[in-house]
């Protein structure tokens, strides 16, 4: 198997880690709150970080410049991400944050224009509205007064989305002054201390807490695969794929979270999958792809 097609299969697997992790978070929130479930996540993902870095599998070089543009990184991702997306998922469904979370590609494009100034020709404006569109009809769908669609969850499952777009549009910058791997390293760190402290301080996370958590089989099952699949892998996979494949095809790819995470949302936790939420779906996955693939295709 060449190269190319290791990075396809990594660009999948990350795809596919993605998209159950909306299934993961919903279920673990059931047994902890969303700053105690993070706290137990981050800590754990951490804790792996360092032990690669005693056993000497990785290195870690903290940058010489760019502290600014870092701690925006590391405040929009994981803190605001993360949070924003738990606290998110405790009024809609995982397929719902999963649908919304599609968009991420167009808000990265925004603000890349934004921030650094990057351009965009008029076909890729046009398929962002297409996406925007699949956004604009899950709103009026709760405007209707449709059965299980929350405006708090969606506003706050959007922000997420526009918190890990700046994480992105951020990391082009970062990443001149620190290698990926640091980066993922000091993101473990600086979640595990963020959230340890807000579990702590804002909801109460203390010793027996800690022990009933650690005696959940369940939990720790889910905690597990957000820590190793979700934290840790994706961020290899993504580097191992772009190494081989343009961004504009792994972005492409990456839409196939919106499958699993439906898939995941309707077949496990027996979620509801309406008209509305398949509109949505093909606008915000047309926009992307169009976006990508038709108003700027990927050099071979």
């Given at each position: 198997?060449?190269?190319?097609?290791?990075?396809?299969?990594?660009?999948?697997?990350?795809?596919?880690?993605?998209?159950?992790?909306?299934?993961?978070?919903?279920?673990?929130?059931?047994?902890?709150?969303?700053?105690?479930?993070?706290?137990?996540?981050?800590?754990?993902?951490?804790?792996?970080?360092?032990?690669?870095?005693?056993?000497?599998?990785?290195?870690?070089?903290?940058?010489?410049?760019?502290?600014?543009?870092?701690?925006?990184?590391?405040?929009?991702?994981?803190?605001?991400?993360?949070?924003?997306?738990?606290?998110?998922?405790?009024?809609?469904?995982?397929?719902?944050?999963?649908?919304?979370?599609?968009?991420?590609?167009?808000?990265?494009?925004?603000?890349?224009?934004?921030?650094?100034?990057?351009?965009?020709?008029?076909?890729?404006?046009?398929?962002?509205?297409?996406?925007?569109?699949?956004?604009?009809?899950?709103?009026?769908?709760?405007?209707?007064?449709?059965?299980?669609?929350?405006?708090?969850?969606?506003?706050?499952?959007?922000?997420?989305?526009?918190?890990?777009?700046?994480?992105?549009?951020?990391?082009?910058?970062?990443?001149?002054?620190?290698?990926?791997?640091?980066?993922?390293?000091?993101?473990?760190l600086f979640?595990?201390?963020?959230?340890?402290?807000?579990?702590?301080?804002?909801?109460?996370?203390?010793?027996?807490g800690t022990?009933?958590?650690?005696?959940?089989?369940?939990?720790?099952?889910?905690?597990?695969y957000l820590?190793?699949?979700?934290?840790?892998?994706?961020?290899?996979?993504?580097?191992?794929?772009?190494?081989?494949?343009?961004?504009?095809?792994?972005?492409?790819?990456?839409?196939?979270?919106?499958?699993?995470?439906?898939?995941?949302?309707?077949?496990?936790?027996?979620?509801?999958?309406?008209?509305?939420?398949?509109?949505?779906?093909?606008?915000?996955?047309?926009?992307?792809?169009?976006?990508?693939?038709?108003?700027?295709?990927?050099?071979?």
């Amino acid at each position: 198997m060449d190269q190319r097609t290791l990075a396809y299969v990594a660009a999948i697997l990350f795809a596919s880690f993605i998209g159950l992790s909306f299934l993961f978070v919903k279920e673990s929130l059931d047994a902890a709150a969303p700053f105690t479930m993070l706290a137990f996540r981050f800590t754990l993902s951490f804790l792996v970080m360092l032990a690669l870095v005693a056993a000497s599998v990785i290195r870690v070089r903290l940058p010489q410049s760019g502290f600014r543009d870092l701690m925006i990184l590391l405040i929009a991702q994981p803190v605001l991400f993360f949070s924003l997306q738990a606290f998110g998922l405790l009024y809609i469904s995982s397929s719902e944050a999963g649908i919304i979370e599609a968009i991420t590609p167009v808000c990265v494009g925004i603000l890349g224009i934004v921030i650094l100034s990057e351009r965009v020709n008029a076909k890729q404006f046009l398929c962002f509205f297409v996406s925007i569109a699949g956004i604009v009809c899950l709103f009026l769908m709760e405007g209707a007064g449709i059965s299980g669609v929350s405006t708090p969850g969606l506003v706050l499952t959007v922000l997420s989305v526009f918190a890990t777009s700046l994480y992105i549009v951020m990391g082009r910058r970062v990443s001149r002054t620190i290698d990926p791997v640091s980066l993922t390293f000091l993101m473990m760190l600086f979640g595990c201390l963020v959230f340890c402290t807000l579990a702590v301080g804002c909801e109460g996370l203390d010793v027996d807490g800690t022990l009933v958590l650690l005696g959940n089989t369940d939990f720790l099952i889910e905690t597990l695969y957000l820590a190793l699949f979700t934290s840790i892998a994706t961020s290899f996979l993504a580097m191992y794929s772009l190494k081989e494949l343009e961004a504009a095809r792994v972005g492409i790819i990456q839409t196939l979270s919106v499958v699993v995470a439906v898939a995941a949302g309707v077949l496990v936790l027996q979620e509801t999958f309406l008209i509305y939420h398949a509109v949505a779906t093909v606008l915000i996955v047309a926009g992307v792809i169009l976006a990508n693939y038709v108003a700027d295709p990927p050099t071979a």
